[in-house]
Nanobody, 127 residues
Framework: VQLQASGGGLVQAGGSLRLSCSAS????????MGWFRQSPGKEREFVAR????????GHADSVRGRFTISRDAAKNTFYLQMNSLKPEDTAVYYC?????????????????????WGQGTQVTVSS
């Protein structure tokens, strides 16, 4: 599976961005998809995840109510809609795919659950 992330940029606090991650190669119809982010000097952290075939989602506490993960099966693409952005949301955002879907949703908040990663897209929120 190859992943291509896009949609990052510079935005003022309170603004919005939508990140996209297009998947190609092997079918992803039964996988988990996730978004993570990483700021300089920090570990990569979970943002949101979605199970492709059911649409079941989960979001980190820090973004719940502001960010929404979704997917478009016809386009083989999943998204992260980010609203009410804050300076602390500044990071490189990575999309990822996990092939194994047999565990609880909480398992997919860990980077180790994911097999494929996109290249990352920079999001910068100015105050």
């Amino acid at each position: 599976v190859q992943l291509q992330a896009s949609g990052g940029g510079l935005v003022q606090a309170g603004g919005s961005l939508r990140l996209s991650c297009s998947a190609s190669g092997r079918t992803v119809s039964s996988h988990y998809m996730g978004w993570f982010r990483q700021s300089p000097g920090k570990e990569r952290e979970f943002v949101a995840r979605i199970r492709w075939n059911t649409g079941d989602t989960g979001h980190a506490d820090s973004v719940r109510g502001r960010f929404t993960i979704s997917r478009d099966a016809a386009k083989n693409t999943f998204y992260l809609q980010m609203n009410s952005l804050k300076p602390e949301d500044t990071a490189v955002y990575y999309c990822a795919v996990a092939r194994f879907v047999g565990l609880s949703g909480n398992y997919y908040t860990h980077t180790s659950a994911y097999d494929y990663w996109g290249q990352g897209t920079q999001v910068t929120v100015s105050s």
